[in-house]
């Protein structure tokens, strides 16, 4: 891989992991709201 691409490729997962805590936040709320 170039370095650009590896770096893209971090940026995206990053993202993708802060999305899934925000999820897994939003969905634990849900739970106790229930």
């Not at 997962?13 to 999305?19: T, Y």
């Not at 805590?21 to 739970?31: D, I, V």
């Amino acid at each position: 891989l170039l370095a650009a691409d590896a770096e893209s490729i971090r940026e995206a997962i990053a993202i993708l992991d802060e999305i899934e805590r925000e999820l897994s936040q939003w969905y634990g709320n849900r739970r106790l709201a229930l």
